[in-house]
């Protein structure tokens, strides 16, 4: 199916709303053309390309709201979905905490298209594969990998007059490299709005050199350590601080801005004061959609700065219980950093422990943001400012609000996009990270 423009969208979205008899309605219109090539043991073993549109109606009578979806677009089609809706909003409960739709929003201009990626080809994603693998058999190590490219359309129209839509674009790149003595893993990971800042083989060549590296790991003792996390591994961590930002769990205690006795930590302190992170859906590294999926209109804005708590998430529902404003959840977020480089922060350590990333992460207490996971695919031991050799891998119990107050020294930022969440993923732009007292809790034998 064709990814349909903002004047195809709107009218197909007229047509819906006219058809409406309801109280109030809804209609999303949203559309994909993607493909992807995967990998294993220096093959391909699967390629394909998928295009979808789908439109969603959602009908209220009162606080009823029915939801029907269909991908077809002729009259006929529009007409039976909008009754569809409306038949399951007549039979359904009250929702208490139901939110008329939003009047027309002002929204700013977000760059999430680019050309380069809407036009990538088989042949693109062929030679993008063959400059991972052919490096891989080049040095005697086994390559796995998957590239993944979109270009999508959202739009958005109410009875209330609202109308949004964006365009955007995206590519995103992970490759697993093995030793073949099976003693040694590298991992990397890329994505990128526009295909032309990605390099494959760049990629893959730091993945095969910790694959390479990494053979042979000794075991240390755990314990806490002096840590440097590459982004990959640290923004895993925040993400899942950020997901628990929900102004409604800390009110009503369930969350660690929640305060004992009541009331929450807002405007507080509650890390190292050179940590500072915000939303801003128009940086350019990392462009989110300039609206929320209930049309809210995104804006630059701090969550924490100087290490103290500046905003929390409120659904329209809850802003409204607590008069306030609503503020929607982000389509990115940003941490600031430095100047110094991986190198840098390697060459100031005398001991500890770089992480490239961590894996299986499981919620132990959310009121104190407690996490258990393991590292994976290359851990090393650092010492007098110089990689000293591969550890094995270690389980973890860390907090990313205690870890971010144990901050010695942000480098630079790497972009790490991460799935899950109310938003369905983000882009995260995140520092190299050096931080004391990491707690690492026990040994895995994993590679």
């Not at 093959?43 to 029915?66: H, P, R, W, Y």
């Not at 365009?167 to 990397?188: K, L």
């Not at 205690?253 to 050179?274: H, P, V, W, Y």
């Not at 290490?307 to 929390?312: D, F, Q, R, W």
Request: net charge neutral; with cysteine; aromatic share 10%.
């Amino acid at each position: 199916m064709a990814i349909f423009s903002k004047e195809e969208s709107k009218k197909i979205l007229e047509k819906v709303i006219a058809f409406s008899k309801a109280d109030a309605c809804e209609v999303n219109l949203n559309g994909t053309n993607g493909g992807n090539i995967r990998y294993a043991r220096n093959s391909v073993s699967t390629a394909g390309e998928n295009s979808d549109v789908t439109l969603i109606v959602q009908s209220n009578f009162g606080k009823k709201s029915g939801v029907a979806t269909i991908n077809e677009f002729d009259d006929a089609s529009l007409e039976k979905v909008v009754r569809r809706s409306e038949e399951l909003a007549k039979l359904a409960p009250e929702n208490p905490e139901f939110m008329e739709p939003l009047p027309q929003q002002t929204y700013g201009e977000s760059k999430t298209y680019f050309e380069s990626t809407a036009k990538i080809t088989p042949e693109y994603r062929a030679q993008a594969a063959a400059n991972s693998i052919n490096p891989a058999i080049a040095k005697d190590v086994t390559a796995a990998g998957f590239l993944e490219d979109n270009y999508s359309f959202a739009s958005m129209m109410n009875t209330k007059g609202l109308f949004a839509y964006n365009q955007s674009t995206g590519v995103n790149f992970t490759v697993t490299m093995r030793s073949n003595d099976g003693t040694g893993s590298g991992w990397v990971t890329r994505s990128f709005n526009d295909v032309s800042k990605l390099d494959t083989a760049e990629a893959s060549r730091i993945a095969i050199d910790k694959a390479l590296q990494s053979r042979q790991a000794k075991a240390i003792e755990p314990g806490k350590y002096t840590v440097i996390l590459e982004p990959a591994a640290s923004a895993e961590l925040i993400r899942n601080m950020m997901f628990n930002m929900n102004a409604r769990q800390a009110d009503e205690g369930r969350s660690f801005l929640a305060k004992k006795g009541g009331g929450t930590k807002m405007g507080e302190k509650i890390m190292d004061e050179r940590v500072t992170i915000y939303t801003d859906p128009f940086n350019l590294d990392v462009p989110a959609s300039p609206w929320s999926g209930d049309g809210q209109a995104r804006k630059k804005m701090d969550i924490i700065k100087n290490g103290t708590v500046a905003n929390m998430f409120y659904d329209r529902y809850w802003a409204s219980n607590k008069n306030v404003a609503p503020v929607p959840f982000p389509g990115n977020a940003i941490m600031e950093g430095g100047n110094a480089s991986l190198e840098d922060l390697i060459k100031d350590t005398k001991k500890g422990i770089l992480v490239t990333r961590f894996w299986y992460i499981r919620a132990v207490d959310p009121q104190t943001q407690l996490y258990t996971g393991l590292t994976r695919d290359a851990t090393f031991f650092v010492e007098n400012g110089k990689v000293k050799h591969p550890i094995k891998n270690f389980r973890f119990n860390e907090s990313p609000v205690i870890m971010l107050n144990n901050v010695e020294t942000l480098g630079k930022q790497v972009r790490v996009d991460v799935d899950g969440g109310p938003g369905g993923g983000a882009s995260f732009l995140i520092p190299y990270m050096k931080l004391r007292d990491f707690t690492f809790t026990s040994l895995s034998d994993a590679v």
